[in-house]
């Protein structure tokens, strides 16, 4: 039996939705994507909150920090231990990335990497949920407004995460960003939404995710008579379709469901291999809720193969699987760009040689899941 890294959850709800559009005879921005922004903010439960649908994280991160005005000289904080859009958003802007270790145990950025990290330049701090365990957002958060230091939080893997018992997007942060890529826990295709308290951002955000035009497209092409608009910017192309978001407006019906599937996965799989020498990802509390759109299991040095080794034993079974991450300081760009030494982040380092990413969807079966613990215990006991 072939087990794939990831399948997405299409149902007939999505199918439908997404004829519904193409026979609207309105397939770009409109009243879908409104309607998936108000009922993100709905889902989210704080009406008070600004959400914009747009066609990446990516697109989102690069609107988040446009918005707080980061430019040549500043200087953004951002985990070594992630994917490379969260730090080149800040080369677009000419600003610097600045990397950080991580925590052994959670894999995350910590209070302290930041306090290290900042200085006179530091304009932004990116928290990465990494594998959709949120950092300790009140923490950050109180520390970087201390030093009048702007958090935009990737939640790329966060759909739905909590810390404090409140949803990744509503702990104080100053912009935060979900991704709708095809293999996150909630997917569109392609797609994301940012998630703001600031108005100001918020409206900036929108006008340049589309061109710089100072009013919605939809608005201009809808209003009787109203041709007029003005560019105010140069903006960018960054707007969600409304065939992606009326796809996103099912699949956000189904979110909870979904999660609740991946954290059965996930505790199936923390059982069974509970006595092998891997690291187990950490799991969360209650108050500290994980998503799970990554298993992350870390091999200890004393198992009787390699990572690497694994890997080829999944390969030869069939069996799907990934690493997250190669660490940025080791990517020839910014290792080069940066000037960065392996040295100077032993953790990420240590993480890198023996971590391995396992199957874990909401479709995945019964048998799927006992056919991955079956080959990853044999490769490992
Ligand atoms: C997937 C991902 C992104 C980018 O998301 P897109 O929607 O593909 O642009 C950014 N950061 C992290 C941590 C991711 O995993």
């Not at 993100?40 to 697109?59: E, G, H, I, M």
């Not at 308290?197 to 929108?206: E, G, L, T, V």
């Not at 960054?238 to 099912?250: H, K, Q, V």
């Not at 799927?368 to 079956?374: C, F, P, Y």
Request: aromatic share 8%.
């Amino acid at each position: 039996m072939k087990v794939p890294y990831s399948r997405p959850e299409i149902g007939p709800e999505e199918k439908a939705a997404a004829m519904r559009v193409l026979d609207s005879g309105w397939l770009t921005t409109g009243k879908e994507a409104q309607a998936f922004e108000q009922e993100f903010k709905d889902y989210l439960n704080r009406p008070a909150l600004q959400c914009l649908a747009v066609n990446s994280a990516t697109a989102g991160l690069h609107l988040a920090l446009e918005a707080m005005g980061v430019g040549p000289g500043d200087e953004v904080i951002v985990p070594t231990m992630t994917f490379t859009a969260t730090a080149e958003v800040v080369r677009y802007l000419g600003a610097t990335p600045v990397f950080t270790d991580i925590d052994p145990e959670t894999m995350c950025m910590t209070v302290e990497g930041i306090e290290d990290a900042m200085t006179e330049q530091t304009k932004v701090v990116i928290p990465v949920h990494y594998a959709g365990l949120a950092c300790e957002v009140t923490e950050i958060v109180s520390h970087c407004h201390q030093h009048e230091v702007l958090v935009l939080e990737d939640a790329a893997h966060a759909l739905p995460s909590t810390y404090d018992k409140r949803l990744v997007g509503t702990g104080g942060a100053d912009a935060t960003v979900f991704s709708f890529y095809a293999n996150k826990t909630l997917t569109t295709g392609e797609g994301g939404m940012i998630v703001t308290p600031h108005d100001d951002y918020a409206k900036r955000m929108s006008t340049m995710s589309l061109h710089g035009i100072d009013r919605p497209a939809f608005d201009r092409f809808s209003a009787p008579g109203n041709w007029y608009y003005d560019v105010v910017a140069p903006g960018f192309k960054y707007n969600m379709t409304d065939l992606a978001a009326a796809i996103g407006r099912e699949q956000l019906r189904k979110v909870e469901r979904m999660a609740q599937r991946r954290a059965e996965i996930a505790r199936q799989y923390l059982t069974a291999f509970n006595s092998l020498p891997v690291q187990l990802p950490y799991p969360g509390t209650m108050a500290r809720e994980h998503a799970w759109h990554l298993f992350v299991l870390r091999l200890l040095p004393q198992a009787p193969m390699g990572r690497n080794q694994l890997m080829q034993a999944l390969t030869a079974a069939g069996i799907g699987f990934s690493l997250h991450y190669t660490p940025l300081h080791r990517m020839t760009y910014w290792r080069e760009s940066l000037n960065l030494d392996i040295g100077d982040y032993p953790e990420a380092e240590r993480c890198y040689d023996s971590m391995i990413s396992l199957p874990i969807f909401s479709t995945m079966t019964q048998a799927e899941v006992q056919r991955v613990i079956e080959v990853v215990t044999r490769s490992l006991v």
